[in-house]
């Protein structure tokens, strides 16, 4: 059998659509026997951007591949980096999201719907725990700023998260409003597009690329099962230059397992600043001479952002 190299750009249950990028060529693959990751506790073994090795059937190429006669997912290759989320019941099931991001870009509305910053920011530190750079996308502006005082709370979820060293790109699908500079941002790269259910995803890859078709969807708990689910996770190639792996509206994002002592590294306003508390380690909740805690009280670290964090140790205390 020939074996080649390959990435994974859709997956939806048991069923692959691999390509050898940059070559646009989709071919059907699935997965014969058992597939681990090393070390890995994630329900699917193999995500939405992975490399692979694959087998093809005997005197078959790519372009003759069909569902009756796939390729053979052999082996998942090393990943660079990926984004995985956790069940925030008390089973833990994990679940990788995407693999081999170059940048994430995390889709959020300040109302249709309210964004919750908790959430946001275990997003955030997921992404900075595995390496993944991240851009915060505004979307739905044309709407907000029909609410009197909404440049005000413009201005302060944009200084809470420039302030922490994001960068925020503030969208409408509707207007075109900017699109030109978030197609810009996605050249030449893969890119992950996420955020809860209703941000207005699926408008911003049609605003981006007319000539796409993204599916709607929501992941909920379900998706963390392992059996007997059918998740849609999907590359797209932008016809602009790049790629768009679009994900289902994310219901809830639990953390990623973290001892207490690390998840303040993970903030960068914190790290910056840590290395000036008078104990370490230093939990940065009620030590004396805490950088940290000082750096809130001044104002160089945002009191929602701090919040964000204490949420985080309580939600470790609860689950360990």
Not at 137 to 163: M, P, W
Not at 183 to 192: E, F, K, V
Request: one cysteine or more; hydrophobic letters at 35%.
């Amino acid at each position: 059998m020939k074996e080649i190299q390959a990435t994974v750009v859709k997956h939806t249950g048991s069923h692959y659509m691999l390509a050898c990028l940059p070559s646009w060529k989709l071919f059907p693959a699935v997965v014969r026997g058992k597939i681990r990751l090393q070390k890995s506790k994630a329900t699917n073994p193999i995500a939405v951007g992975d490399h692979v090795r694959c087998q093809l059937p005997d005197g078959c190429e790519t372009a003759s591949l069909s569902a009756d006669n796939p390729a053979v997912i052999t082996e998942v290759m090393p990943r660079s980096n990926y984004v995985i989320r956790k069940s925030t019941n008390l089973s833990r099931q994990a679940h990788v999201i995407a693999a081999n991001i170059d940048r994430a870009f995390i889709v959020v509305t300040l109302a249709f719907p309210e964004v919750k910053l908790p959430f946001l920011d275990r997003l955030l530190v997921t992404c900075e725990v595995y390496g993944v750079p991240v851009t915060i996308v505004l979307n739905k502006v044309d709407l907000l700023r029909q609410i009197e005082g909404a440049q005000e709370f413009i201005d302060s979820f944009t200084q809470i998260y420039e302030g922490a060293g994001y960068e925020i790109i503030q969208t409408c699908a509707k207007t075109g409003e900017g699109v030109d500079r978030l197609r810009s941002s996605m050249a030449d790269g893969i890119n992950l597009l996420s955020g809860v259910s209703g941000v207005g995803k699926s408008s911003l890859i049609k605003a981006l690329d007319p000539t796409l078709e993204p599916k709607t969807g929501e992941i909920s708990s379900a998706h963390l099962q392992g059996k007997h689910t059918t998740t849609f996770y999907e590359m797209y190639q932008l016809s602009s230059g790049g790629y768009i792996i679009d994900t289902p509206g994310i219901r809830s994002f639990g953390l990623v397992d973290l001892e207490p002592h690390e998840v303040a590294k993970y903030f960068p306003e914190m790290l910056r600043v840590a290395d000036d508390c008078r104990f370490t380690p230093c939990t940065h909740t009620h030590e004396p001479s805490c950088a940290v805690k000082q750096a809130v009280d001044d104002g160089e670290i945002s009191v929602e952002r701090y919040n964000s964090y204490l949420g985080m140790l309580e939600e470790y205390n609860k689950y360990r």
